[in-house]
Each structure stands twice: as C-alpha cells, then as structure tokens.
C-alpha cells in the first residue's frame, strides 16, 4: 500500500454534486452512471454511497460483468442494475444472471429482442430499449421499431432511450441534438400509433442536463458531472471534482540550460529547478502528457521530459529552489473542476479518459467531510 501518492475521493462532494444535478432535472429521477469503474472513482464505494446515502434506486453500468461484481461485493443493496451495452445475452448462460438478480439489460436490436422474447425465463425481465436517434453507435433503427411493433406490443417497453453525441456542445436550431430529438419523437410516436405502450423514457447525459436537455423525461443519466468535470463550454456546470490527485516530491535538483533529464535526451530549454514525483504512466499520467503547463502549490511549472514508468519530473524556473523540497505534497488536480479539464485538455485528452486511466497503482482514499 503506498502512503503518499493517492486520489482522494471526497462523497461528502459527490452527494453535493448529485444535489445540484437533482436542481437541474425538475421531475426527472437521476439515473447515475457508474460504469468504468464510477470513472476511475471506484465501482464498490461510489454505488454503496449513492444507494445508502443518497436513495437511489436505479444505477447504470456498461456491462453485465460490473452488474455481477456488484451483486456479489454488495448482496445486501437494494437496486436495479442497467446494462447499457455489454448486455452478454445472446449467451443463454448468462441471460440467468438478469434473472437471478436485479439486473435489467437495455436491448439496443432485433437480436437482443428474440433472447427476450424467445427465452421463457426472460419474461418478467422489463425491456428496456435503446433507440439509435443518429448516434449511430447502438440502437434499435426507426425501422426495426416499426418491423417489430406487434411484438413490442405484445410486451410493453418499460424503459425507452436515447443517447446524444453531441450534447457537450451549446444547441442550436437544426443541430444534431436537435435532430437527435425530433428523431426521439417519432420513434415515441411510432410506439404510441402502433399501440406499444411506453412507461418511462430518458435521453440526457451530463452535457445535456448542464443545458436542461431532456430533464422533462423520466429519468437523466449524469456520468462525468457526478464526478466534478463539466462538458459544456463555456462552463456552466460548476459541480466539484470529487477526487484529487495527491503525491509528494522524491527529489529536487537545480538544472542548468542544457541539461539532459531522464531516458532519452531531454535537456532544460533554460536554467530550471526540477521536482522528481514518484507517479509516472504505470499510475495512469500519459507519456503524452510532457509539455503540460500545470501550478503546484502556487508556482507554475511544466511537465517536463519524457513521463516515466514511475516518475514523472516537474520544471520550475531557478528561483523555487529553496521553496521546494523533498516531502512536499503536490495535487496534481484538486476539487476545481477547471483544473483537471485544463489539464486533459493540454493533453488533446478528455477528463473522462484521465480519470478512467489512472491506474490500481494508486490507492483511492474515501473521504466524507
Ligand atoms: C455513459 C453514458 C451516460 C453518461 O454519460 P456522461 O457524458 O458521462 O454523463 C449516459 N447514458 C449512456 C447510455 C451512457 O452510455
């Protein structure tokens, strides 16, 4: 277990994060997603904190292998699971597991609907359905809907979806939400005309809640708000990022212009002052992530040469020598949402692929304030 480089994740942050979210989506039931591992949060933790603490009762994951983690780390909750697209049931083997537990897949085409239908034990499984809006990613067509209204009538859809591509960005009249949305109508009014009865439906994720898209709908799936970083530029979600990186300072060193550092030859643009750090890309910090411009402890610096396995070097300019040493703590993001995306940014990454990337390596420590 190490001691001085870890994230720290702060529920107390999570829950506010989720009373803003609730702020922003009027009648909607907030569905969290929690899939990749709650972003890198931790699966276990973040689930057991949105269920006990926070009521809530419907929590989506990618795949039915986290569903099933879940189950068995956490028998005694009491939730309903969605798969949203690792369902696994073309294999009759594990189409028992929606049934043994509260496990609900959404079906996103025709095939997904035949092990519905055809498999007896399947029966009493809501169907949760997955329409393709112009993702064009997964979905049922407005075309199967219509090739399989009278077995959908049959049925009944508990549960119908959508997913945007486009929702981080500002809509406008004609855009691709826009038309996401108006495709989402026709496909409600093909069920409606075809007698399919639709219980509940939902299209948000966090881009679209942040602009109040879709928040009249049963339920909003927030993923990456929850979690602290914003979608929409300019910002406008102002949630707090839940986790901070934290490590300590190994080593410093005065370098003078010239100076090679490290695997390869990388020398100091100008005369410097070097911080070693004990994280390098076997923690999750990319090898891409050299030349990123970050403050640490109120001084700027820059990732400097190549990211290590186990290391990663810091530059200052000379006169932080003696105003950094050894020992000191370093946050390489904090609780300003800003910070991390500034970051990920610098790295033609996304927040969501930081965050998702950092590694078992590093030890996530829950906080509640
Ligand atoms: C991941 C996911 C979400 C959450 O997306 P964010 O952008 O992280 O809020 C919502 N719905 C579906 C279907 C998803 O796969």
Same mark, same amino acid.
């Given at each position: *277990?190490? /001691?001085?480089?870890?994230?720290?994740?702060?529920?107390?942050?999570?829950?506010?994060?989720?009373?803003?979210?609730?702020?922003?989506?009027?009648?909607? =039931?907030?569905?969290? *997603?929690?899939?990749?591992?709650?972003?890198?949060?931790?699966?276990?933790?973040?689930?057991?904190?949105?269920?006990?603490?926070?009521?809530?009762?419907?929590?989506?994951?990618?795949?039915?292998?986290?569903?099933?983690?879940?189950?068995?780390?956490?028998?005694?909750?009491? %939730?309903?699971?969605?798969?949203?697209?690792?369902?696994?049931?073309?294999?009759? +083997? /594990? +189409?028992?597991?929606?049934?043994?537990?509260?496990?609900?897949?959404?079906?996103?085409?025709?095939?997904?609907?035949?092990?519905?239908?055809?498999?007896?034990?399947?029966?009493?499984?809501?169907?949760?359905?997955?329409?393709? #809006?112009?993702?064009?990613?997964?979905?049922?067509?407005?075309?199967?809907?219509?090739?399989?209204?009278?077995?959908?009538?049959?049925? !009944?859809?508990?549960?119908?979806?959508?997913?945007?591509?486009?929702?981080?960005?500002?809509?406008?009249?004609?855009?691709?939400?826009? +038309?996401?949305?108006?495709?989402?109508?026709?496909?409600?009014?093909?069920?409606?005309?075809?007698?399919?009865?639709?219980?509940?439906?939902?299209?948000?994720?966090?881009?679209?809640?942040?602009?109040?898209?879709?928040?009249?709908?049963?339920?909003?799936?927030?993923?990456?708000? *929850?979690?602290?970083?914003?979608?929409?530029?300019?910002?406008?979600?102002?949630?707090?990022?839940?986790?901070?990186?934290?490590?300590?300072?190994?080593?410093?060193?005065?370098?003078?212009?010239?100076?090679?550092?490290?695997? !390869?030859?990388?020398?100091?643009?100008?005369?410097?002052? %070097?911080?070693?750090?004990?994280?390098?890309?076997?923690?999750?910090?990319? #090898?891409?992530?050299?030349?990123?411009?970050?403050?640490?402890?109120?001084?700027?610096? #820059?990732?400097?040469?190549?990211?290590? *396995?186990?290391? =990663?070097?810091?530059?200052?300019?000379?006169?932080?020598?003696?105003?950094?040493?050894?020992?000191? %703590?370093?946050?390489?993001?904090? /609780?300003?949402?800003?910070?991390?995306?500034?970051?990920? #940014?610098?790295?033609?990454?996304?927040?969501?692929?930081?965050?998702?990337?950092?590694?078992?390596?590093?030890?996530?420590?829950?906080?509640?304030?």
């Amino acid at each position: *277990m190490r /001691h001085s480089s870890y994230l720290e994740i702060n529920l107390n942050l999570l829950s506010e994060n989720l009373g803003k979210i609730r702020a922003l989506s009027g009648k909607a =039931t907030v569905l969290p *997603m929690v899939k990749a591992d709650a972003y890198g949060n931790g699966l276990i933790p973040v689930t057991q904190h949105l269920v006990k603490e926070e009521g809530i009762k419907k929590i989506g994951v990618a795949s039915l292998g986290e569903a099933l983690k879940l189950v068995k780390e956490c028998p005694s909750l009491d %939730v309903e699971y969605l798969v949203f697209s690792d369902t696994e049931i073309s294999d009759p +083997r /594990h +189409r028992s597991a929606y049934v043994d537990f509260n496990i609900t897949p959404v079906i996103h085409q025709p095939e997904d609907l035949n092990h519905m239908l055809n498999d007896e034990r399947m029966k009493d499984v809501p169907l949760v359905v997955k329409v393709n #809006t112009g993702m064009n990613r997964l979905g049922f067509a407005l075309a199967e809907l219509e090739g399989n209204l009278p077995r959908l009538k049959a049925r !009944g859809i508990q549960h119908l979806m959508t997913h945007f591509a486009y929702s981080y960005v500002p809509q406008k009249a004609g855009d691709k939400t826009t +038309r996401q949305l108006e495709e989402f109508a026709k496909a409600r009014k093909l069920l409606a005309d075809g007698g399919v009865s639709v219980a509940e439906t939902s299209t948000a994720n966090s881009g679209a809640i942040e602009q109040k898209i879709g928040v009249d709908e049963t339920y909003v799936r927030p993923g990456l708000m *929850m979690y602290g970083p914003y979608s929409v530029e300019p910002r406008v979600w102002d949630g707090h990022q839940i986790s901070k990186f934290v490590t300590k300072v190994i080593k410093t060193f005065p370098v003078k212009k010239g100076t090679p550092v490290g695997y !390869g030859v990388n020398v100091a643009g100008e005369d410097g002052f %070097v911080a070693v750090l004990p994280v390098g890309y076997g923690d999750g910090i990319p #090898t891409f992530a050299s030349g990123v411009k970050l403050t640490v402890n109120g001084f700027p610096c #820059t990732i400097f040469a190549r990211v290590h *396995m186990d290391m =990663t070097f810091l530059i200052f300019s000379p006169d932080v020598a003696g105003k950094m040493k050894t020992g000191d %703590v370093v946050e390489i993001w904090n /609780h300003d949402n800003r910070v991390i995306t500034d970051i990920a #940014t610098q790295m033609k990454m996304i927040p969501y692929a930081l965050m998702c990337g950092i590694t078992g390596r590093i030890p996530r420590i829950y906080k509640i304030k």
